[in-house]
């Protein structure tokens, strides 16, 4: 039997393909051959350097390769190499500027449908998981819609984040409030003063007892943040609540549940 190749960015995708090529020879060849295809041109994120390149801005794929690395190259090193060489201050900027989604010299993914990755992956004997269903940057309503639609596709499961703690286990509680938390300081265009109005006070209860209070001043920024954490010692409701100076009120709940362990099977699609 094959030996994998050794980790680390020494291993090609080529040699890895080669090494699940030699295990299931039967079942995912055609497969493969497709992935092959698919992942030469998304690793063609050369063309960004060779676009750049011709356009005079003194960049070299090569030069690249040897300063990352890596032996596949993405965007992210991309931009530390455009920071290197001094086109831009800040990755950000390269993004913005550059090779962001949509900007002069980005070049889209070919990726292969959802079908054949559901039915590669499966047939291998793997299981199917749409990992980081946030990052679609979709609204809940269509991600809620797309359930339907990956489980008529086979996907066996999705990654995802559920309010289960193990007893005694802490929790962490983070809050966003959408508040202008004004200062009285600030003046309309027309010189009135805007009357100050801050979230003074924000509490937090656990299964109907207080565990959290804050008091809040003028000194808090707009939207403000807070992250506290709370020992989940039974199953109950966390329910936050604020109010502000104009007596404006909020209110947030989420359930907790406690128990030893949380398990998902194919059938919990």
């Given at each position: 039997?094959?030996?994998?190749?050794?980790?680390?960015?020494?291993?090609?995708?080529?040699?890895w393909?080669?090494?699940?090529?030699?295990?299931?020879?039967?079942?995912?060849?055609?497969?493969?051959?497709?992935?092959?295809?698919?992942?030469?041109?998304?690793?063609?994120?050369r063309?960004?350097?060779e676009?750049?390149?011709?356009?005079?801005?003194?960049?070299?794929?090569?030069?690249?390769?040897?300063?990352?690395?890596?032996?596949?190259?993405?965007r992210?090193?991309?931009?530390?190499?455009?920071?290197?060489?001094k086109?831009?201050?800040?990755?950000?900027?390269?993004?913005?500027?550059?090779?962001?989604?949509?900007?002069?010299?980005?070049h889209?993914?070919?990726?292969?449908?959802?079908?054949?990755g559901?039915?590669?992956?499966?047939?291998?004997?793997?299981?199917?998981?749409?990992?980081?269903?946030?990052?679609?940057?979709?609204?809940?309503?269509?991600?809620?819609?797309?359930?339907?639609?990956?489980?008529?596709?086979?996907?066996?499961?999705?990654?995802?984040?559920?309010?289960?703690?193990?007893?005694?286990?802490?929790?962490?509680?983070?809050?966003?409030?959408?508040?202008?938390?004004?200062?009285?300081?600030?003046?309309?265009?027309?010189?009135?003063?805007?009357?100050?109005?801050?979230?003074?006070t924000?509490?937090?209860?656990?299964?109907?007892?207080?565990?959290?209070?804050?008091?809040?001043?003028?000194?808090?920024?707009?939207?403000?943040?807070?992250?506290?954490?709370?020992?989940?010692?039974?199953?109950?409701?966390?329910?936050?609540?604020?109010?502000?100076?104009?007596g404006?009120?909020?209110?947030?709940?989420?359930?907790?549940?406690?128990?030893?362990?949380?398990?998902?099977?194919?059938?919990?699609?």
């Amino acid at each position: 039997m094959s030996r994998p190749p050794s980790p680390g960015p020494a291993a090609s995708l080529e040699a890895w393909l080669d090494y699940i090529s030699a295990q299931h020879p039967a079942q995912i060849a055609l497969g493969l051959d497709r992935v092959r295809e698919v992942m030469g041109r998304m690793m063609s994120n050369r063309k960004i350097i060779e676009s750049m390149k011709a356009d005079g801005m003194g960049v070299d794929w090569e030069e690249l390769r040897a300063l990352s690395g890596a032996s596949m190259i993405g965007r992210p090193p991309i931009a530390a190499y455009l920071v290197q060489k001094k086109i831009v201050k800040t990755r950000q900027l390269a993004f913005d500027r550059f090779i962001g989604k949509g900007k002069p010299y980005y070049h889209p993914k070919t990726c292969i449908s959802l079908q054949e990755g559901v039915r590669l992956i499966q047939r291998s004997g793997g299981l199917a998981v749409i990992a980081h269903p946030m990052s679609l940057f979709v609204s809940w309503t269509r991600l809620r819609a797309l359930f339907p639609e990956w489980k008529e596709l086979g996907v066996d499961g999705v990654e995802a984040w559920h309010p289960t703690a193990r007893r005694g286990e802490s929790v962490e509680v983070r809050l966003l409030i959408q508040h202008p938390m004004e200062t009285g300081f600030r003046r309309e265009s027309d010189g009135r003063a805007v009357p100050m109005n801050v979230v003074n006070t924000v509490t937090c209860r656990y299964a109907g007892a207080e565990v959290f209070r804050a008091e809040l001043g003028s000194g808090v920024s707009a939207n403000p943040y807070l992250a506290f954490w709370i020992v989940a010692e039974a199953s109950g409701e966390v329910s936050v609540d604020w109010i502000d100076d104009a007596g404006e009120r909020g209110s947030v709940k989420k359930d907790v549940m406690t128990g030893d362990s949380c398990k998902l099977g194919r059938g919990d699609r």
